[in-house]
């Protein structure tokens, strides 16, 4: 037949199917099936993005087939898929009568093809279907080696060792924010982090580098980069409401929860905490990602002043926020299980933690008067909305 698919042909389309399951985040396994050559029938592993056990590829792939014929029965048909097919695809395909099975690489662990067990070879079966092994296998076995290899990284950045003088939220505490859609980032790599985690996020204009400062000539804000610097009684969900509004002005932001606070790591002692230790951790932040100058906008009450001191090249512009309440009390409590995680609450609190140094120096230019947080709610009073971005554009513009 014109156009027909031998084996390697077929496998190299199951193959741009299983590109697509490890673009939607499922393991990598493509499969389709052929009568005559011709495909009718194709699927990728769906059971995590379909909550179904029995989504493979293969299932996918018969289901197909089976409408396309009108028969449950896919006598004279060919199964081909880029993985060795697990117990339940392998008697699948013996129950819809396949003639044949071909697939590429070997599952050592789940195999029902010949690796753990062979299905296929059981004589008292009364129906019996030849299989190909190995066409293809090492494109096929790539494929999976890259996605799980991506997995291990994506692990091994997300799960780090918690210090033995160090407390960690559990994730689950966190799981009931509204308007928070943000993707977590985590970081021990920063020097004055001495192996605690430190949790961020990172939004907007990623491609920035060196945030420019004046405003570009058609009168719209240049890209640049602004540091969000959250109140001693709250944590980086404080500025939900502030992180789009500085997305739509062409920023990269970023939006810290102190080592203390939100899902970063909670030193168990006081005297952990200074001045001087956030703001290395804050400078080694902004430095790992590459950023030369960046502006603060600081509710903290006194860090954003201290880092335009002694960090005066990289954060040339701040801007003072009025805290306002996280949020519903379940909501501020989040990060804290007990009282046992609130050290640096107790020592941001201390009257001696921002001292009588910590001023603003003559070259370094605070934009207008403090707003409070809160006034950026879409949700509430429209003036006092349209004061909030009005002063968040004069902050931009300075």
């Known amino acids: 037949m014109t156009g027909a698919l031998d084996d390697m042909g077929a496998m190299r389309e199951a193959l741009q199917l299983a590109a697509q399951a490890q673009a939607a985040g499922e393991v990598p396994v493509g499969a389709v099936v052929l009568k005559d050559g011709v495909v009718i029938g194709r699927g990728y592993n769906a059971p995590i993005s379909g909550n179904?056990?029995?989504?493979?590829?293969?299932?996918?792939?018969?289901?197909?087939?089976?409408?396309?014929?009108?028969?449950?029965?896919?006598?004279?048909?060919?199964?081909?898929?880029?993985?060795?097919?697990?117990?339940?695809?392998?008697?699948?395909?013996?129950?819809?009568?396949?003639?044949?099975?071909?697939?590429?690489?070997?599952?050592?662990?789940?195999?029902?093809?010949?690796?753990?067990?062979?299905?296929?070879?059981?004589?008292?079966?009364?129906?019996?279907?030849?299989?190909?092994?190995?066409?293809?296998?090492?494109?096929?076995?790539?494929?999976?080696?890259?996605?799980?290899?991506?997995?291990?990284?994506?692990?091994?950045?997300?799960?780090?060792?918690?210090?033995?003088?160090?407390?960690?939220?559990?994730?689950?505490?966190?799981?009931?924010?509204?308007?928070?859609?943000?993707?977590?980032?985590?970081?021990?790599?920063?020097?004055?982090?001495?192996?605690?985690?430190?949790?961020?996020?990172?939004?907007?204009?990623?491609?920035?580098?060196?945030?420019?400062?004046?405003?570009?000539?058609?009168?719209r804000h240049g890209q640049g980069a602004c540091l969000l610097l959250h109140g001693a009684g709250g944590w980086g969900y404080q500025w939900r409401y502030w992180i789009e509004a500085l997305r739509a002005r062409g920023q990269r932001v970023l939006v810290p929860d102190l080592i203390g606070f939100g899902r970063s790591d909670k030193p168990k002692r006081v005297s952990a905490h200074s001045l001087a230790f956030h703001a290395q951790v804050m400078a080694g932040l902004v430095a790992a990602l590459g950023l030369s100058q960046v502006r603060v906008l600081d509710a903290s009450g006194g860090l954003g002043a201290y880092l335009s001191q002694v960090h005066a090249d990289v954060f040339p512009r701040l801007a003072s926020i009025e805290v306002s309440r996280v949020g519903a009390q379940t909501v501020a409590s989040a990060p804290f299980p007990d009282d046992g995680y609130r050290a640096a609450e107790r020592a941001f609190a201390a009257a001696s933690f921002f001292g009588d140094d910590v001023h603003l120096s003559s070259d370094k230019k605070r934009v207008g008067e403090a707003i409070r947080m809160d006034a950026m709610r879409p949700d509430g009073e429209p003036s006092a909305r349209a004061a909030a971005l009005a002063f968040l554009d004069a902050f931009l513009d300075a």
């Not at 033995?164 to 799981?175: G, I, K, N, Q, Y």
Request: glycine share 6%; charged share 20%.
């Open 52 to 219: 179904d056990a029995c989504a493979h590829a293969e299932i996918i792939a018969i289901q197909a087939a089976c409408a396309a014929l009108g028969n449950y029965r896919l006598t004279g048909c060919t199964m081909v898929v880029t993985l060795e097919p697990c117990v339940m695809c392998s008697g699948a395909i013996l129950n819809a009568r396949f003639s044949r099975l071909v697939f590429g690489a070997h599952e050592p662990k789940t195999g029902a093809a010949g690796s753990v067990i062979n299905v296929f070879e059981t004589a008292a079966l009364n129906h019996q279907t030849a299989v190909t092994e190995g066409v293809l296998a090492p494109a096929c076995r790539a494929l999976m080696n890259d996605f799980f290899q991506g997995r291990r990284e994506v692990i091994k950045r997300t799960t780090t060792p918690l210090r033995e003088d160090a407390l960690r939220t559990p994730d689950a505490r966190f799981s009931d924010l509204v308007d928070w859609p943000y993707t977590p980032c985590y970081t021990t790599e920063i020097p004055a982090l001495n192996g605690l985690r430190l949790h961020y996020v990172d939004e907007g204009v990623r491609a920035v580098t060196a945030a420019p400062i004046d405003v570009d000539a058609s009168g």
